[in-house]
Each structure stands twice: as structure tokens, then as C-alpha cells.
């Protein structure tokens, strides 16, 4: 089994846009630290996320983590905590926006991809629209240039019309 644990901000935009789901669909279990759970029931978070954390999904398991590894990086203690029960747990990925947090991810050795990641492979799996999606994520304060989003849409309707090559 595929071990998966996120931090807040992947959760927190696909809440936000409907879309939480295609973890389930994905990856089967997500696991996440407490401190990320913590995170997503803060007054500042949007309240459909914090009602969906309070009525947390079968597939998301909170869970604390024991280890400590030397992390260099100025993280804050959701990106931290999920980090270290990445490299605990042995995950096969991890789920996560901010720039720091990746880098010092990988410089553990995980692999990861963010949200926009995460709405690409659910799309070329035939779990989402991605164009609908992209546009509900417009919406929110989610940031990424507008470059990306339109290079990604740009990809998914190549897929999706096969790009010219042989479709198999």
C-alpha cells in the first residue's frame, strides 16, 4: 500500500474547491500530523475546511510522529511535522505547496508533488475536470502564475485529445 502523508495547504485548497476526494481516489489513505490538523481548524482557515477536518474523512488518518531528523529549513511546524512523519513512515510521497517545505523534502529524500500535482494526476486518471478545477482555484487565494495554470491546462487538453500520437 502507497504511504501518503500531506501538509495543510493541499488539503486546505482541495477542500476549497470540491476536490478533496481525489486523494481517496488516488492514494487510497492520506495520513497527516496532528500539528497539520491543528492547522485546519484555525479561526483564520476558511470554515468548509474547518468543518471538513471536524468531520474527518475515513481515508484521512491524524496520527502524531515520534521522530526527529536534523531539518535546517525555517519551516513552520505543519511542513515540519509532516516531513518528519514522511521520512518515519517511509512515504512514498508527500503532498505539499510551500517552497521550503519541498526543497527541505527532498533534501530528505521524499518525493513530492503539491496541489496542482495532485489535480493533474487525478485529471488523467478521469477523476476531475481540470479545467473546472483550475477555475474554482482561481477563485481562492491559491497562488501560482498564470503561466503554469494555463501550461498545465495546455497539457491536460493534449492528453485529452490524444496530442496527435496514436491513442493505445
Not at 501538509?7 to 489513505?29: C, F, H, M, Q
Not at 535546517?72 to 521520512?87: F, K, N
Request: charged share 25%; with cysteine.
Amino acid at each position: 500500500m502507497i504511504v501518503v502523508v500531506a501538509d495543510a495547504s493541499p488539503l486546505r485548497y482541495l477542500v476549497s474547491i470540491g476536490e478533496a476526494d481525489v486523494l481517496s481516489k488516488l492514494y487510497g489513505r492520506v495520513l497527516i500530523p496532528a500539528t497539520v490538523a491543528a492547522e485546519l481548524t484555525q479561526a483564520r482557515t476558511p470554515g468548509p475546511v474547518r468543518q471538513w477536518i471536524a468531520r474527518c474523512p475515513a481515508w484521512l488518518s491524524i496520527v502524531e510522529t515520534a521522530t526527529t531528523v536534523p531539518i535546517t529549513a525555517d519551516l513552520d511546524p505543519g511542513e515540519r511535522d509532516a516531513i518528519l512523519l514522511a521520512v518515519e513512515r517511509k512515504a512514498d510521497l508527500v503532498l505539499m505547496d510551500d517552497r521550503e517545505g519541498v526543497d527541505e523534502a527532498r533534501r530528505q529524500g521524499l518525493a513530492v508533488i503539491g496541489t496542482l500535482g495532485v489535480l493533474d494526476r487525478a485529471a488523467e486518471k478521469g477523476f476531475v475536470d481540470l479545467a473546472e478545477a483550475v477555475a474554482r482555484l482561481r477563485e481562492t487565494n491559491f497562488r501560482a502564475s498564470r503561466a503554469l495554470l494555463d501550461l498545465l491546462l495546455a497539457q491536460d487538453h493534449e492528453r485529452r485529445s490524444g496530442g496527435g500520437a496514436e491513442n493505445v
